[in-house]
C-alpha cells in the first residue's frame, strides 16, 4: 500500500502529549501483524497493579473492522482480546483506550450546508468492560491525512488533549475533537471526487466511569 505521508507528525504528536500527560510512551514502527499481535500479548503479561489506565494508539492504513499490518489485515478485536478481563487481570476495572487513525472504507462524505450515578461494587463485572475505541472516521468512510500537518484526527485529538486535559471529562473532550474534526477541516485535493470532503470521527464506549487525564 502507498507511503503513509505525514504519519510521522502524528506519532510525534501523540507520543508528545501522552508523555505530558504521564504516560510510559513505547513507540513502534512498521509493524507486521505477527509483531502487533506480540506487542499487545507483551503488555498482557505486565503488572499494572499500580497503572491507572491503558493507552493505545494505532496509525495505519485499514478498512471497516480492522487495521493493516506491513504485510497484512487484522481485526482490531484480534489485537485487543489479549488484555480483555478474562486474559489480563491487572487491568480490569481500569479503563483502556484506543485511538485509531486509519480508513474504515472508500465512502467520501460530502457534507451538507447547516445553519449556522452513585457508585456500585459488583464482584464480576462483564470482559467487554471499561474500553473506549475512538475511531478517527465514521464506518465505512475514508480517513484523511495531511501530508505536512498529520492526520485531522490526530492533530485534533492532541490539540484537545494538550488544552482540556484535567477539566473535561474524556467524552466532552471526544465531543470536542468531533467537532474541530467535522467543523475546522475540508478536503483540497486535485483528484477527481476528492475535492471538498468531510470528516467526523466515531467514538464506541464500553467506560464504567467518568475519565479524566491528569492536568
Request: glycine letters at 8%; a negative charge; proline letters at 3%.
Amino acid at each position: 500500500m502507498n507511503t503513509r505521508t505525514g504519519t510521522d507528525v502524528d506519532a510525534a504528536g501523540v507520543a508528545k502529549t501522552f508523555s505530558k500527560l504521564g504516560y510510559k510512551v513505547r513507540l513502534f514502527n512498521d509493524q507486521t501483524v505477527d509483531e502487533m499481535k506480540r506487542q499487545f500479548m507483551a503488555v498482557a503479561a505486565e503488572d499494572h497493579s499500580q497503572n491507572a489506565s491503558f493507552v493505545c494508539a494505532l496509525l495505519s492504513h485499514g478498512d471497516e473492522g480492522g487495521i493493516y499490518g506491513t504485510d497484512g489485515f487484522e481485526k482490531i478485536e484480534n489485537l485487543t482480546k489479549c488484555i480483555k478481563g478474562n486474559n489480563c487481570r491487572s487491568l480490569v476495572g481500569k479503563p483502556k483506550l484506543f485511538f485509531i487513525q486509519a480508513c474504515r472504507g472508500t465512502e467520501l462524505d460530502n457534507g451538507v450546508e447547516t445553519d449556522a450515578v452513585q457508585a456500585q461494587t459488583s464482584e464480576r463485572i462483564p470482559v467487554e468492560a471499561d474500553y473506549m475505541y475512538a475511531y478517527s472516521a465514521a464506518p465505512g468512510y475514508y480517513s484523511w491525512r495531511n501530508t505536512s500537518n498529520g492526520s485531522w484526527f490526530i492533530q485534533s485529538l492532541c490539540e484537545t488533549l494538550n488544552k482540556f486535559s484535567g477539566q473535561l471529562e474524556l467524552m466532552q473532550l471526544m465531543t470536542r475533537v468531533n467537532h474541530k474534526v467535522a467543523f475546522n477541516f475540508e478536503s483540497a485535493s486535485n483528484l477527481p471526487g476528492f475535492d471538498a470532503k468531510k470528516q467526523i470521527p466515531c467514538v464506541v464506549s464500553m467506560l464504567t466511569k467518568d475519565f479524566y487525564f491528569p492536568e
